[in-house]
């Protein structure tokens, strides 16, 4: 069993599952010129890309954390989101690994957001990576085959195997 | 002039027993189609209606059937329809305590049958109302009234109401640094102002005049807005009944709408509205200030059908809110069809 932590903010990886921290500057050594997503999981059909923001972190001061959603709902963070996810794409790829579709998991620790919030994110998230490819049709070799941008209640429903939880609690 | 305090609806349209205080503020109903929005918005909007000029002459009963239009004009019809006789009652309360109250039963024909009670002392001070429906009027404001008083078309009396104020002339005296605000604010949205020729409405502005016939549905909405403002139609102690603000508007806009209701909510308009609309309802959340009062009333039907309601002074306190619902399923079937089934 493995723990994936950022912060206060965790995931528990089943037995033989195998994921690793991929934002370490040490192990990743482009730091300086490449983003990076903060782990990567390897699963039997498909590999996730998973990046964890935690505006509710506890050691966050209140307006940070009320700046931050502020720029995520309004679609500031977005750049940032998609350089993470093709840097690190790009990274595996140079590296002969990007062998299985890849999904992108972006976990908010927020409980402020609504579904809403969260779907809008998505959407903007599969425009700006981009999921569709010129004209808006398949691309060729899609380097993506699909995006989320979930909170805590949302990842647990749809990866119950996979639990995220707060460090702290 | 005064607000409107609260509402008790017995056996009134789809209501079974609706028993729901107001804000002074905005008031913004929410539910699903067939729970009685405008239902409840008409109810108060026709107690509002006959304290004021030529409504004054009419009955609370009458205003009422005049309003929602039952076939054949019976006002049995409102009654909750049940296998059985069933009593209907509408009462409006506001602030001071001024009570107004219409009862009838299923068998009820004529708006005079009805037992109207608190009506001299309701109408003794004024309550300017305006009511905003869901279609835009003003482009068919042409002979529009002329055949209304001909009683030769089916239409809700709301339609004539809103055309009358519309073309109330310009408030005298000079325009308060508020108003003016909001009036700058509309005009700015709409690119112009409004003008009347005859019974034809224009947008002014640079290129010329616009007939309105030419201008997007949303934008006439609004030009309605500052048409009520400028004519002193909306001034402080005057009530808006707003029929669902987001009909043919772009979202972009939504946020000067919902800016423009809390402005008139500052300036001492208390505000009911309805909508369907998330982008509406997030807008009040975000820009919501401390001292502005809003309440959020959802209405839904229970296990028996009949429709009930919740209220909330905040917007995380809605439920059930079917606004948020749909969105929330949208969210789940959009993260089923991008990940799929994880399996581990």
New interface residues.
């Given amino acids: 069993m493995t723990v994936l932590a950022e912060d206060d903010l965790q995931i528990v990886l089943?037995a033989g599952?195998v994921g690793r921290k991929f934002d370490d500057e040490t192990s990743h050594g482009l730091s300086h010129c490449m983003k990076a997503v903060d782990f990567i999981v390897e699963?039997?059909?498909?590999v996730l890309f998973i990046e964890f923001k935690d505006p509710e972190n506890p050691n966050a001061l209140q307006k940070d954390s009320a700046a931050f959603i502020k720029k995520f709902l309004g679609g500031q963070l977005d750049t940032d989101l998609k350089t993470k996810y093709r840097d690190s794409w790009l990274y595996e790829w140079a590296e002969g690994r990007a062998k299985k579709p890849i999904?992108y998991?972006v976990l908010i620790g927020s409980s402020a957001l609504?579904?809403?919030d969260?779907?809008a994110r998505?959407?903007s998230l599969?425009r700006q990576i981009p999921v569709v490819g010129p004209g808006g049709g398949s691309w060729k070799k899609p380097f993506v085959a699909?995006?989320?941008v979930?909170n805590l209640a949302?990842w647990n429903k749809?990866?119950p195997?996979?639990p995220a939880s707060r460090v702290g609690l | 002039m005064s607000k409107i305090t609260h509402i008790k609806l017995d056996n009134f349209t789809s209501f079974a027993a609706l028993d729901e205080a107001f804000s002074p503020g905005v008031n913004v109903i929410i539910g699903a189609n067939g729970t009685g929005k405008t239902h409840l918005l008409k109810a108060l909007y026709a107690a509002c209606a006959v304290t004021v000029g030529e409504d004054k002459e009419k009955s609370y009963a009458l205003k009422l059937r005049n309003v929602f239009s039952p076939y054949e004009g019976r006002m049995g019809r409102l009654a909750r329809r049940q296998s059985t006789s069933v009593k209907a009652k509408v009462a409006v309360t506001r602030a001071g305590g001024a009570k107004l109250s219409a009862e009838f039963s299923n068998h009820t024909n004529k708006p005079e049958d009805v037992k109207v009670t608190g009506e001299p002392a309701w109408k003794k001070s004024e309550l300017a109302s305006a009511y905003i429906p869901v279609k835009e009027m003003l482009a068919h404001a042409p002979g529009f009234l002329a055949t209304a008083a001909k009683r030769e078309i089916a239409f809700e009396e709301v339609y004539t109401d809103i055309i009358k104020r519309a073309f109330l002339p310009r408030l005298m005296g000079p325009t308060d640094k508020n108003r003016q605000r909001l009036l700058t604010a509309l005009q700015k949205a709409i690119d112009g102002k409004v003008v009347a020729k005859g019974e034809h409405f224009f947008l002014k502005n640079q290129q010329g005049d616009l007939e309105f016939t030419l201008l997007a549905e949303g934008m006439r909405k609004l030009a309605l807005v500052w048409l009520l403002i400028q004519n002193g139609t909306l001034l402080s102690g005057s009530i808006l009944f707003w029929d669902e603000p987001e009909a043919n508007l772009n979202p972009a806009l939504m946020g000067e709408v919902v800016e423009v209701i809390l402005e008139l909510q500052r300036l001492g308009v208390q505000v009911f509205l309805t909508t369907h609309n998330?982008v509406l309802l997030?807008e009040f959340d975000l820009r919501k200030q401390k001292d502005d009062a809003i309440r959020y009333l959802s209405l839904f039907r229970d296990e028996s059908g009949a429709v009930t309601s919740n209220a909330s002074d905040s917007y995380l306190g809605v439920d059930p809110n079917a606004i948020?619902s749909t969105?929330?399923d949208?969210?789940?079937r959009?993260?089923k069809?991008?990940?799929?089934v994880?399996?581990?």
């Avoid at chain 1, 699963?43 to 498909?46: F, V």
């Fill in positions: 089943p599952v699963l039997e059909d498909r999904y998991l609504s579904d809403a969260l779907l998505t959407d599969n699909g995006c989320a979930m949302t749809t990866l195997h996979i | 998330y997030k948020a969105f929330s949208l969210y789940d959009e993260i069809r991008g990940l799929g994880i399996k581990v």
